[in-house]
Structure formats: structure tokens, C-alpha cells
């Protein structure tokens, strides 16, 4: 099983970015797919989730209104559409899929998830 993400770059404040994360080796249309980062220095915290079983989904407080999660099942990707970027959002962003679909409580967590991408680098400049 391999996840691999692509689309990050530099982009200037108030710019966008397209994250994709393709999956290979099993589908994911029924498990957790969720969107991670992590900046120097600092914990890998969740960014947006998506949970299996009944596709809701969960973001940050800090992305809320700014980022979209979606994914097309047929293509085994999920993307991260990320608008009005800040600088505080600079950071490797991590998709990450687990093997059930989760629940609220454990969508959140790093731990849940059972299979990671590689990371892609998010610079937003001031």
C-alpha cells in the first residue's frame, strides 16, 4: 500500500494550493482519509478529515472555512483544496488513511491511522 502526495509549493499569503494524495495496493472508499501537518519544531496535528463509513467530515478550528477536504473514489485520491493560505499555514502536510473508518474521537488522532504518504512541503509567504 503506497500513498503519494503531490502539490505543494511556495505561494504568497491569501494564494491556493491543491494537495492530491493517490492511493495504491487496496481502496480506501470506505476507510478514513484525513490530511496531517506538521511545522519545524512543532507536533503533527490534523488538518481535515474525511470518516469512512458515512463521509462526514472534520476540520481544524484553524483551517475551518478556508480548506476542502474531498476525495473521488474511483481514483482512490483525496485532495486538499486550500484557499486563503496564511503563513502560520507553512508546514510538510501528511495524508493518511486508516484501516477502518473511524469516529470522531479517533479521526483526530495520529496514532488511528495505519498508512502515511511521503509529505509534501506547504511554504505560504508573508
Known amino acids: 500500500v503506497q500513498l503519494q502526495a503531490s502539490g505543494g509549493g511556495l505561494v504568497q499569503a491569501g494564494g491556493s494550493l491543491r494537495l492530491s494524495c493517490a492511493a495504491s495496493?487496496?481502496?480506501?472508499?470506505?476507510?478514513?482519509m484525513s490530511w496531517f501537518r506538521q511545522a519545524p519544531g512543532k507536533e503533527r496535528e490534523i488538518v481535515a478529515a474525511?470518516?469512512?463509513?458515512?463521509?462526514?467530515?472534520y476540520y481544524a478550528l484553524s483551517v475551518k472555512g478556508r480548506f476542502t477536504i474531498s476525495r473521488d473514489d474511483a481514483k482512490n485520491t483525496v485532495y486538499l483544496q486550500m484557499n486563503s493560505l496564511k503563513p502560520e499555514d507553512t508546514a510538510v502536510y501528511y495524508c493518511?488513511?486508516?484501516?477502518?473508518?473511524?469516529?470522531?474521537?479517533?479521526?483526530?488522532?495520529?496514532?488511528?491511522?495505519?498508512?502515511w504518504g511521503q509529505g509534501t512541503l506547504v511554504t505560504v509567504s508573508s
Open positions: 493518511a488513511a486508516g484501516s477502518s473508518g473511524g469516529i470522531a474521537s479517533t479521526l483526530r488522532t495520529v496514532n488511528f491511522y495505519d498508512y
Open positions: 495496493g487496496r481502496t480506501f472508499s470506505r476507510n478514513a
Open positions: 474525511f470518516r469512512g463509513i458515512n463521509g462526514n467530515t
